[in-house]
């Protein structure tokens, strides 16, 4: 996932939340943007990782 890819992702999140938080959905509705979320956030915490994991290597790499 590039950048603009997470910043997307965290936009549709907040647009999942939003409307999980609404309930004016179907139970069917519900649970394909839980799933949805899901999927989103997993990508999302995989890009943080990365991104952690060059912020120390480039700190080792100056200590």
Request: net charge negative.
């Given at each position: 996932m590039k950048?603009?890819?997470y910043e997307k992702s965290v936009k549709r999140l907040e647009e999942i939340?939003?409307?999980?938080?609404?309930g004016n959905?179907?139970?069917d509705e519900a649970m394909?943007?839980?799933?949805e979320?899901?999927?989103?956030t997993a990508g999302c915490y995989d890009i943080l990782k990365k991104?952690?994991?060059k912020i120390t290597d480039i700190?080792?790499?100056?200590g």
């Open positions: 950048r603009t890819d939340v939003e409307r999980l938080e609404d959905i179907t139970l394909k943007l839980y799933d979320g899901t999927k989103l991104a952690e994991q700190n080792e790499m100056e």
